[in-house]
């Protein structure tokens, strides 16, 4: 177990490398070169020079991609050309809050999704199923953002139940340990911070669950139909084992294969994809802040966020693999 | 009184907008303490469905009725609700399938599929259990079976799988077995293997044994009585010797017939029965086999065969039965001679 592990973190360095080296290509190949986009189009011929050799650029191109994966590996992303500050402290105040919703919206896609789906396929042709497989669809269809508006029309604005905006009040001047809002609250026990935090969340959250949700009911349902009809499920039967533990041990733990991989992809996405989500509700999570850099041509920002992406698709994956091996034992690694 | 006595039973499964299909019509056997007996027919003649009917096992789906009785040790099983007949399953009627590979959980080890019976049906938990479970593989002939415990359906061989199914069927000393094909899916030599322990188990235990296959030669080799199935309903009952040496029943002749022989001569065609299941005639309009029959007279059509009770205890459903060898020639015999 702990030697695969290894050998997929280790499998991280030629992923990272090939992106390395793509990034680079794609920052050479940018309309008027990087000059352009840090000074955008007024730059004087004096200026541009003199940003070619601050940045040396007139060096040969090897050596440039030499100090470029030398500072990648230092974690030095460079400076937001839009906020003046270094990429990587701006990711490090981000980055968590965007990681706290996702985790948030997949507890809630997880939590109502596997036993509706479960429920539903038990119930196959009867109201609940057609509920749940037709509400799903909805679910699909919906844009995430007009689903958001809505939330934030009836349960901020109208019923005053849920913030309409931001991560925390800051008014309540609640100490900063690791940007995980909910988390510093709980470690420095300051418990008004901590359900401040949550309560941000819970609007955004439900807004971002609904997709995977509705794919996880789908998943589920399908899956555990399937499982329902294999012989072995008949032979637990046969046993005269209580329905609870059929159910528990024989169809529920076959079922949950499929239902882990599309965790895991959907996770993924989630935490790359929660751009307008954040925009609605005003989160400063990274999809916010990513969503502007685009519209700034803040290239140092989408350079970092590509990055911070493919390494946490091959950590999610990873992690996916991990609970697989664990679910079935005959793909289990050694 | 007979441990298990099926009366009349019928499993008919009806979808909207089409005919219902009438998988068992009628079907009546017995089962008696210890003894072993087989459910022969070919495929699609409701062997399994009467199996899972009796153990109400069935898929539930709408449309689905089951009508008669299967009197086990008294008790109707098939007025018990789901509680009751969880109680007796796995304990005292007890069902192994046909393919090991798929009726095991491929999740689960070995070990925790033969306890939860135990657990369920006998209370025993933990070390108890584990160890009543590694005698149990050693029983059914599984070596190493504390190792086994551990391991799962897939790191077994297909022998050892159908053993560990085994193993799970008897772990509660059930007095009826039920086998539903429990060789189809294994290799010649291990079939025989199979054969021989189910035999042994029932022999030492005193278990009676419900052994259903389209197989002549297990039931050669292992079945006190003989129950021949077409379309739903038995055709033909007997003890296993007359039922080999002088079968009444043209189905059964046909049945016996399409044994492809060893001895045969080579290029010497096979004997199949013409036609196939699904030219049945439905039992209320006569009887089921008669588009097949190669011994059809006018009266097999119109109404279905009364069952005829013979003097040595067997019965057929047949207007115009095999007659006994020595007094006539079957027709059979004269072309092969």
């Known amino acids: 177990m702990f030697r695969f592990i290894v050998r997929r973190l280790l499998q991280l360095i030629p992923t990272l490398?090939?992106?390395s080296l793509l990034l680079f290509?794609?920052?050479?190949?940018?309309?008027g070169g990087p000059e352009t986009a840090i000074l955008g189009e007024r730059g004087t011929p004096e200026m541009r020079a003199a940003i070619r050799r601050n940045m040396g650029l007139d060096e040969p191109i090897l050596v440039q991609y030499g100090r470029f994966v030398r500072r990648m590996i230092k974690l030095d992303l460079g400076t937001s050309t839009s906020t003046k500050r270094a990429v990587t402290t701006e990711f490090i105040e981000r980055f968590p809050g965007t990681v706290e919703l996702t985790i948030t919206a997949m507890i809630i896609a997880i939590g109502i999704g596997i036993p509706l789906g479960y429920l539903a396929a038990r119930r196959r042709g009867r109201f609940l199923d057609h509920a749940s497989v037709g509400g799903s669809l909805?679910?699909?269809?919906?844009?995430?953002?007009f689903l958001g508006y809505v939330?934030?029309?009836?349960?901020?604005?109208?019923l005053h139940w849920f913030p309409s905006s931001g991560r925390q009040d800051p008014t309540l001047g609640a100490t900063r340990v690791t940007n995980f809002f909910v988390l510093d609250g709980l470690m420095t026990r300051e418990w008004d911070a901590a359900a401040d935090a949550l309560w941000h969340l819970v609007l955004p959250a439900i807004a971002l669950a609904s997709i995977p949700l509705a794919i996880i009911v789908r998943i589920t349902r399908a899956s555990v139909l399937e499982v329902l009809n294999e012989d072995f499920v008949r032979t637990a039967e046969a046993k005269g084992l209580t329905e609870q533990t059929v159910r528990r041990r024989h169809v529920l733990r076959n079922a949950m294969l499929p239902v882990a991989t599309s965790i895991g992809l959907l996770a993924g996405g989630l935490l790359s994809g929660a751009v307008l989500t954040e925009t609605v509700f005003a989160f400063s999570g990274i999809g916010a802040f990513v969503a502007e850099a685009i519209g700034q041509r803040d290239y140092p920002v989408l350079m970092g966020f590509i990055l911070i992406i493919a390494v946490v698709y091959v950590l999610v994956n990873l992690l996916v693999d991990l609970s697989y091996s664990f679910i079935d034992p005959r793909v289990r690694v050694r | 009184m007979a441990l298990l006595e099926v009366d009349d039973l019928s499993v008919t499964f009806a979808r909207r907008g089409q005919r219902a299909v009438h998988a068992v019509d009628g079907v009546s056997f017995s089962v008696d303490a210890g003894q072993v007996v087989g459910l022969v027919g070919e495929s699609g003649c409701g062997k399994s469905v009467t199996s899972l009917a009796i153990m109400g096992l069935l898929p539930k789906q709408p449309g689905l009725r089951v009508g008669g009785k299967a009197v086990f040790d008294g008790t109707d099983l098939l007025q018990l609700d789901d509680r009751s007949r969880r109680d007796i399953r796995g304990r005292d009627i007890a069902m192994i399938f046909q393919d090991p590979l798929?009726?095991?959980?491929?999740?689960i080890p070995i070990g925790l599929q033969v306890t939860e019976v135990l657990t369920r049906h006998r209370g025993m938990k933990g070390d108890a259990a584990a160890k009543e479970a590694a005698s149990l593989l050693d029983r059914v002939g599984i070596p190493d079976p504390k190792r086994r415990l551990k391991e799962y359906p897939h790191q077994l061989s297909g022998g050892m799988r159908q053993r560990a199914l085994i193993a799970m069927a008897v772990a509660c000393q059930p007095r009826l077995l039920i086998a539903d094909e429990p060789t189809t899916a294994l290799d010649v030599t291990i079939q025989a293997q199979i054969l021989e322990l189910l035999k042994g188990l029932v022999r030492d235990s005193g278990t009676a044994l419900l052994m259903i296959t389209h197989?002549?030669?297990?039931?050669?080799?292992?079945c006190d009585t003989v129950n021949v199935l077409y379309g739903g309903r038995v055709v033909e009952t007997a003890r296993r010797?007359?039922?080999?040496?002088?079968?009444?029943h043209p189905y059964t002749v046909g049945l016996l017939g399409s044994v492809p022989r060893l001895d045969a001569g080579r290029g010497e065609k096979l004997n199949p029965i013409p036609g196939s299941v699904r030219d049945l005639l439905p039992w209320p309009d006569g009887c089921a086999f008669a588009p097949r029959c190669a011994r059809r007279i006018d009266d097999c059509v119109g109404q279905p065969p009364e069952l005829v009770h013979t003097y040595?205890?067997?019965s057929y459903r047949c207007v115009n039965p095999e007659p006994v060898p020595g007094t006539v020639p079957a027709p059979r015999e004269e072309e092969s001679a």
């Open chain 1, 17 to 19: 490398f090939g992106l």
């Open chain 1, 138 to 145: 909805i679910g699909i269809c919906i844009p995430v953002f």
């Open chain 1, 25 to 31: 290509i794609w920052l050479r190949r940018l309309p």
């Open chain 2, 102 to 107: 798929s009726s095991l959980n491929p999740v």
């Open chain 2, 241 to 248: 010797r007359p039922l080999f040496r002088e079968p009444r």
């Open chain 2, 215 to 222: 197989d002549l030669g297990v039931v050669a080799g292992m």
């Open chain 1, 151 to 158: 939330l934030k029309a009836i349960f901020s604005e109208n």
């Open chain 2, 312 to 314: 040595d205890g067997r």
